[in-house]
């Protein structure tokens, strides 16, 4: 199959131009421009690494161009079954391709959808499908369509989110990714029982004031590795912002909230410094159960004003403050 503007545009070679006079052969220079548009749309796809590619119904009968063999890792012109090339992509992307195509062939006009793939040669690529489904008499017969390398868009794409959802002094979870986090835990079905811990340093402020940022900011550091190792099996550990931190995670009875809380301020009890100007660090943690169907706003107003309750009675230690409803005996 041609990769060129010819082959989706060049007319039967008995066509002849209309004008005021009747019929009459193409122009020397009409030709010309076609040639000159053909090539551009040669090198314009072969730039931006687009392929196209057809498959008859139901023979499954797959023809590609050179640049959907590259994209494979396959060499041109060689030979192609369904099976193995399906076989390329990654299983979740398999799976959606299989679903999506299903039903386009069922009763669609066609799909686009975004594919890991894994080469022939090893590499690991993201391609863009574009699908039509061609129909005759209402029966499927044939499917054609671009394939597209969007690798290096998926890749910054990648890098953005990381940016956006990562904390950038500890490495932990940012706030963005907490909310949603948040957000999702509220709103599913689970079974599993999850609470909402928030974590502030205590004394951080005189350690910012007396040590220095660098010494403020080498502290958080301390405070994250701390906090997961405490609680490594945590849905979630995230830097709110300041010194406050958050971990949401399974607890299913008021021992596990307790027990949680107390592995955590037990290992967030350190001392900072030099020997001559020694600063102690520890944590106060409000807790609060995530009830499935309560706003997250309210589960997190609730694990605030218990870590303020810890707060006002001496800090350095925890508290999930009682509450109405069927898990009232948890505090």
């Known amino acids: 199959m041609p990769n060129s503007l010819q082959y989706h545009c060049e007319p039967p070679r008995n066509t002849t131009t209309l004008d005021a006079d009747g019929p009459r052969p193409p122009a020397p220079e009409n030709s010309e421009q076609f040639n000159r548009l053909q090539e551009l749309f040669?090198?314009?796809?072969?730039?931006?690494?687009?392929?196209?590619?057809?498959c008859t119904l139901p023979e499954e009968t797959i023809t590609w161009t050179d640049t959907v063999y590259e994209l494979f890792g396959l060499e041109p012109r060689s030979p192609l079954t369904r099976g193995a090339t399906v076989a390329l992509y990654a299983p979740e992307s398999r799976k959606k391709l299989t679903e999506i195509r299903?039903?386009?062939i069922r009763d669609g006009e066609g799909f686009t959808l975004d594919a890991e793939i894994i080469t022939a040669k090893g590499d690991r690529r993201w391609i863009r499908i574009t699908a039509i489904v061609e129909r005759q008499d209402g029966i499927p017969v044939r499917l054609f369509g671009m394939k597209q390398d969007i690798t290096a868009e998926k890749t910054?794409?990648?890098?953005?989110?990381?940016?956006?959802?990562?904390?950038?002094?500890?490495?932990?979870?940012?706030?963005?990714?907490?909310?949603?986090?948040?957000?999702?835990?509220?709103?599913?079905?689970?079974?599993?029982?999850?609470?909402?811990?928030?974590?502030?340093?205590?004394n951080f402020k005189a350690v910012n004031d007396r040590?220095?940022?660098?010494?403020?900011?080498?502290?958080?550091?301390?405070?994250?590795?701390?906090?997961?190792?405490?609680?490594?099996?945590?849905?979630?550990?995230?830097?709110?912002g300041g010194d406050e931190f958050a971990v949401i995670h399974d607890c299913g009875a008021a021992n596990s909230v307790e027990?949680?809380?107390?592995?955590v301020v037990n290992k967030l009890e350190w001392w900072v410094g030099t020997s001559a100007n020694k600063l102690k660090v520890s944590a106060s943690i409000g807790a609060a159960m995530i009830l499935q169907g309560s706003p997250a706003k309210d589960i997190f107003?609730?694990?605030?004003?218990?870590?303020?309750?810890?707060?006002?009675?001496?800090?350095?230690?925890?508290?999930?403050?009682?509450?109405?409803?069927?898990?009232?005996?948890?505090?």
């Open 156 to 202: 910054l794409f990648e890098q953005l989110r990381h940016l956006a959802e990562t904390d950038v002094v500890t490495g932990l979870a940012s706030r963005t990714k907490f909310e949603s986090m948040l957000d999702e835990v509220a709103a599913s079905s689970q079974s599993e029982q999850k609470a909402l811990l928030l974590i502030d340093l205590d």
């Open 259 to 263: 027990d949680v809380c107390r592995r």
């Open 211 to 240: 040590l220095g940022h660098q010494a403020g900011d080498e502290c958080l550091r301390e405070a994250a590795r701390r906090i997961s190792q405490a609680v490594p099996d945590a849905t979630l550990i995230a830097r709110l």
């Open 301 to 331: 107003a609730e694990a605030d004003r218990a870590l303020y309750a810890v707060k006002a009675t001496g800090k350095n230690s925890f508290k999930l403050l009682p509450r109405s409803g069927p898990i009232a005996d948890v505090a």
């Open 102 to 104: 299903s039903a386009a």
């Open 42 to 54: 040669d090198k314009s796809f072969k730039a931006a690494r687009v392929g196209i590619w057809e």
